[in-house]
């Protein structure tokens, strides 16, 4: 089972920078896609980014191409979003989550999911 926890949201005005993370434990995500995504109230979750634990490789949604960056740290078990030039459509509750062996950006697929970490971009 793999537990994840997210930490690093809050308030920032547009135009600001956060950073993301989430704590991995347990057995067998080391060879999964972890990924990103975002959820506000009345909408589907929607696809932010996602890596391969092992590989390098990563893929973004449309919205945050060029501004976000998704990494992990194999050491410390911490996957990272690095969110840059921050808008008020950024607004929603960021989570994190494991899931299959190849790459996806369909949230069906991820199974394991943190509690999530509330993201505010003030105008």
């Known amino acids: 089972q793999v537990q994840l926890v997210e930490s690093g949201g809050g308030l920032v005005q547009a135009g600001g920078s956060l950073r993301l993370s989430c704590a991995a434990s347990?057995?067998?995500?080391?060879?999964?896609?972890m990924g990103w995504f975002r959820q506000v109230p009345g909408k589907e979750r929607e696809f932010v980014a996602c890596?391969?634990?092992?590989?390098?490789?990563?893929f973004y949604g449309e919205s945050v191409k060029g501004r976000f960056t998704i990494s992990r740290d194999k050491a410390k078990n911490t996957l990272y979003l690095q969110m840059d030039s921050l808008k008020p459509d950024d607004t929603a509750v960021y989570y994190c989550?494991?899931?299959?062996?190849?790459?996806?950006?369909?949230?069906?697929?991820?199974?394991?999911w943190g509690q999530g970490t509330q993201v505010t971009v003030s105008s």
């Open positions: 989550a494991a899931g299959p062996t190849y790459y996806s950006t369909t949230s069906a697929t991820y199974t394991n």
């Open positions: 890596i391969k634990w092992v590989a390098d490789y990563t």
């Open positions: 347990g057995r067998g995500f080391s060879s999964r896609v």
